[in-house]
């Protein structure tokens, strides 16, 4: 159990739709990162969210955005849905700046879109 | 450029030793990591280890990294059917806490 909980689990949405997937980060975590695993794929960066901003951002174009709350959770939005959206998307939780260099993850939201 | 590449199958008898390879690239790694999925389910982390180390151990687990060859090893000593499941090296740099993960290997125990 790793604190970092994800919802909703599991979502389907149609071509075209917009999404929003949710996630509260481990007490004491001030960093969330979100990943896009394809099936069969290793998990890809998609942005990081430190102190409500965003600290990077992979190789995903604008319509992929997100936010970050003053307690730490965040939200990624997709919009304009596309069928290669299909993917389980995991955020991650950690301290950035503290000792521990550890990378929590959720149980990740699996999104279907057809 | 980074990339981290794994192979992709491995098979084992219960109780023997497993060893998942792991290359990656970027000579600034800082972190690398060992990751483990089982079906339908979220990443978690086994262990890592910073890259001025040679060697990691953690109760069954034994890391080693080659730093010169950029060649990372996760040794999981008796081998049970519950470690049934994909493994994911995965590195970071310093102050920035993204992870590029391997495709994953992915270990079959057999009883």
């Known amino acids: 159990e790793t604190g970092v909980t994800q919802s909703p689990t599991h979502l389907i949405k149609t071509r075209g739709q917009q999404v929003t997937l949710r996630c509260s980060s481990q007490?004491?975590?001030?960093?969330v990162s979100w990943y896009q695993q394809a099936l069969g794929q290793g998990p890809q960066f998609i942005f990081q969210y430190y102190r409500e901003e965003e600290n990077g951002r992979g190789n995903f174009p604008p319509r992929f955005s997100g936010l970050q709350f003053p307690n730490y959770s965040s939200e990624l939005n997709v919009n304009a849905l596309e069928l290669d959206d299909s993917a389980l998307y995991l955020c991650?939780?950690?301290?950035?700046?503290?000792?521990?260099?550890?990378?929590?993850f959720g149980q990740g939201t699996r999104l279907t879109v057809v | 450029g980074e990339d981290v590449e794994q192979s992709l199958f491995l098979s084992v008898r219960e109780g023997d030793s497993s060893v998942i390879n792991c290359t990656y690239t970027d000579s600034s790694s800082t972190y690398l990591y060992w990751y483990k999925q089982e079906p339908g389910a979220g990443l978690q982390l086994l262990t890592y280890?910073?890259?001025?180390?040679d060697m990691k151990q953690d109760q069954r687990l034994t890391v080693l990294l080659n730093k010169k060859d950029k060649h990372l090893s996760l040794r999981i000593a008796d081998t049970q059917t519950g470690d049934s499941a994909i493994y994911f090296c995965a590195e970071r740099n310093t102050g920035f806490q993204k992870l590029v993960f391997g495709t994953g290997t992915r270990l079959l125990v057999s009883p």
């Open positions: 007490s004491g975590h001030n960093t």
């Open positions: 280890i910073f890259s001025n180390m």
């Open positions: 991650a939780s950690s301290l950035e700046g503290g000792p521990n260099t550890e990378a929590f």
